[in-house]
């Protein structure tokens, strides 16, 4: 009970956080629901490989509505006892696997299984219904085909290729988007990005004190892959990401080049380099907490959630945070070496109301992939001001 109470206030059971379309969530038709199943269970498939178990259930979830669309499909009767009895039988290894994951056990063999059964229903249905990709309009996500060619009948824009993100906390693997500077300009390989939190491109800037940080967004250019860096700065050295998902596959990537001169990272006195969980700005108090044990950072390579309290200077609670590109907060954790950059917001999801409140507590779902100094940038915005709070925490080794 303690476990699953755990993963119910981290948000793992709920799909919310999962940036997913709403036909996702209630396929309608064979091809879609097939489509649905395929991208999960890949999606399943990876975490598994990664040993991410608590991160399985938002992914394996996603497969019983489209399970359920199967099962009252019309199918030849042929096959219509295989199709009840497969969908059954699936529904029976989804909450299995959801189950075991949940509380991190072996899940390998019940997926295995799964897998088996859905390569069995396949001859159920036109094996271009089980294979095909899904498209939809980037304004209007409720316009699906199988058509590349086939523009959006309300804006007539082209179509993307549909994809379910893996994850919403971590994503594994060097980025497909290759990023250049030229000048006060940045160079991408590709111009086909989802926008999230009201950009496509959103810049992280640190220079080597890891004093003086920078959350911008980037101007677009006449080319439609450069952006331009909104402010001039000078001639110092920085590190600097591009915060962006491209659309060929949904998935958030942190690409990264060097300002000016040759970057490197200063090496951290005993003071700066110690857990540095509260912090203090004029008019606000952020205490920062994780959860298990003491409350200080958690272990690499595992699903933690992160708390930060908001006071102000009579320690009376702060519940006035105003939504800032569609969160109440951004969190930049960057290692000390520079070699990562991870961004997280609150659970619970996008902040669309612009005159909503916030605070005094808000809630992360964190992974750091591996034992290191980090250094964790907290913005917020309080009386139409951006604040940045700066946090350290050290990331054992498993």
Known sequence: MKVLLFLLAMGISARADLLVAPQILAPKTPVESWNVLRLATDNVARLISEKRLLEVPAQISLCSPALR???????????????????????VLINTIARTSMAEQPTA???????????????????????????????????LTTDPTQLCPTCKAKPRIRRIP?????????PTTKLTLQGQIVQLSTADLIPTHNSSVQ?????????????LIATPTAKPDEWAIPIDLGTRSYRLWAHLTPAATALTEHPSADLGPAFVPEALSPDRAADTLSTTLPGIKAQLAFSGGTGGPPSAQQICLASIQFTDDTDQPITTLQPHSQAFAHLTCIYADASELIQLHPTGGDILNESAL????????????????????????LQGKIQTLPFSINIKAL
């Open 69 to 91: 669309t199967l099962a009252s499909s019309y199918t030849a009767p042929e096959h219509s006892e295989l199709l009840n009895a497969s969908t059954a039988r699936a529904a």
């Open 109 to 143: 063999q019940p997926f295995a299984q799964l897998r088996t059964l859905l390569d069995q229903l396949k001859p159920a249905f036109p094996a271009d219904i089980v294979a095909a990709e899904i498209y939809t309009c980037p304004q209007h996500p409720e316009q």
């Open 166 to 174: 893996y994850s919403d906390i971590y994503i594994t693997g060097q």
């Open 203 to 215: 810049l992280l800037l640190i220079d080597p004190t890891f004093t003086d940080f920078h959350s």
């Open 358 to 381: 916030g605070g005094p507590t808000l809630s992360f779902k964190t992974y750091f992939p591996r034992p290191g100094n980090v250094r964790v940038f907290c913005q917020i915005k």
